[in-house]
């Protein structure tokens, strides 16, 4: 087992988890009420936002190239801020949630949409424009709305419109590639033909909205959810028999919105013992893979009095990324 690189790999995870832009602070105030100039209005008085959900329905190209404006009105924060990134990828930049204030309370009513030229510098070595000032500041209003109450249209960059869609907030796999892609790749296509097939159905690749390495590795982690008939199945009843026998045995199964088996976690009781006098030190391995499935296992690894090596838990990952991280040290 490799000690130092598995350190290393739980530092660094550590580190993510404790990176969330939505507690990132802002530069200046909130502009979350009113402007002097602007109507005020009562809560009493305001109707029930009826800001049409469907944004092609709502607004027009113009809108989009114009962009939001001060006291513009939206029935949720995700038509707003999908409002905002359309505008950015016709205007030649990407945008960002720079800060959400929940004052206080479990819903957010203050957030604030950043260009990303707006972070500071924390790499030595980066080609990105620092603080750039051009921003959108939102408020949740009595009626349930949210209202944009100021915009900062200036940039301290040029603009980029003609490479907007290769930027990192502006690409994704849309939800008809990702089933184009799942169904050539069960049809026995290999993932180049299969990513040039969908190029050639979408009129280039120009048009996918991603990159061909995002599909590829899509189609790699669809693959990790794949798994025959009755597996996932025998896998629960294999941990429920193991808890009639072992009360204190733990065991998580995390599944995907259509219900595939996704990140496992699992637990002995004899490992929470050994976890409560053997915690000082613990190694994080995820080296070990299994081979059918290409699933990582991980292992939570100790050291007892003797200087031995103890198992603490277990875990079986579908992915090696963020979220995956996530929820097996959250559980």
């Known amino acids: 087992m490799n000690t130092n690189r598995s350190m290393l790999i739980l530092t660094a995870v550590s580190t993510m988890l404790h990176l969330d832009d939505d507690d990132e602070e802002a530069d200046g105030e909130y502009h979350g009420e009113a402007n002097d100039d602007e109507e005020q209005v009562l809560g009493n008085?305001?109707?029930?936002?009826?800001?049409?959900?469907?944004?092609?329905?709502?607004?027009t190209e113009e809108d989009f190239v114009v962009g939001p404006t001060s006291g513009m009105r939206f029935?949720?924060?995700?038509?707003?801020?999908?409002?905002?990134?359309?505008?950015?990828r016709l205007r030649g930049f990407s945008v960002i949630k720079r800060n959400s204030n929940k004052k206080g309370g479990d819903t957010a009513r203050y957030i604030t949409y950043c260009c990303d030229r707006t972070r500071i510098r924390k790499i030595k070595f980066t080609t990105k424009s620092n603080n750039c000032k051009a921003r959108v500041f939102t408020v949740l209003d009595d009626s349930g709305c949210w209202r944009v109450s100021k915009v900062v249209h200036d940039h301290n960059h040029e603009l980029l419109p003609s490479v907007s869609r290769l930027m990192a907030g502006?690409?994704?796999?849309?939800?008809?590639?990702?089933?184009?892609?799942?169904?050539?790749?069960?049809?026995?296509?290999?993932?180049?033909?299969?990513?040039?097939?969908?190029?050639?159905?979408?009129?280039?690749?120009?048009?996918?909205?991603?990159?061909?390495?995002?599909?590829?590795?899509?189609?790699?982690?669809?693959?990790?959810?794949?798994?025959?008939?009755?597996?996932?199945?025998?896998?629960?009843?294999?941990?429920?028999?193991?808890?009639?026998?072992?009360?204190?045995?733990?065991?998580s199964i995390d599944?995907?919105?259509?219900?595939?088996?996704?990140?496992?976690?699992?637990?002995?009781?004899?490992?929470?013992?050994?976890?409560?006098?053997?915690?000082?030190?613990?190694?994080?391995?995820?080296?070990?893979?299994?081979?059918?499935?290409?699933?990582?296992?991980?292992?939570?690894?100790?050291?007892?009095?003797?200087?031995?090596?103890?198992?603490?838990?277990?875990?079986?990952?579908?992915?090696?990324?963020?979220?995956?991280y996530k929820l097996v040290f959250r559980t």
């Open 45 to 59: 008085e305001l109707e029930l936002c009826d800001v049409d959900g469907e944004m092609e329905n709502e607004f």
């Open 75 to 88: 029935r949720d924060k995700d038509t707003l801020f999908a409002f905002y990134k359309e505008h950015a």
């Open 170 to 251: 502006h690409m994704s796999v849309s939800d008809s590639l990702k089933r184009d892609l799942v169904a050539h790749d069960r049809s026995g296509i290999r993932p180049s033909k299969n990513i040039r097939l969908a190029e050639v159905q979408r009129g280039g690749p120009q048009n996918l909205g991603c990159t061909p390495k995002d599909c590829r590795n899509y189609i790699l982690k669809s693959r990790n959810f794949e798994m025959k008939e009755g597996d996932a199945q025998s896998l629960l009843n294999f941990f429920r028999e193991i808890q009639v026998k072992d009360r204190e045995f733990f065991y």
């Open 255 to 324: 599944v995907d919105n259509i219900g595939r088996l996704r990140n496992v976690v699992w637990v002995h009781s004899h490992c929470k013992a050994a976890y409560e006098h053997f915690h000082d030190a613990i190694c994080f391995d995820t080296t070990y893979l299994v081979n059918r499935y290409n699933m990582p296992c991980a292992s939570f690894v100790g050291i007892n009095h003797h200087r031995q090596s103890i198992l603490l838990g277990c875990a079986l990952m579908s992915h090696e990324d963020i979220d995956s």
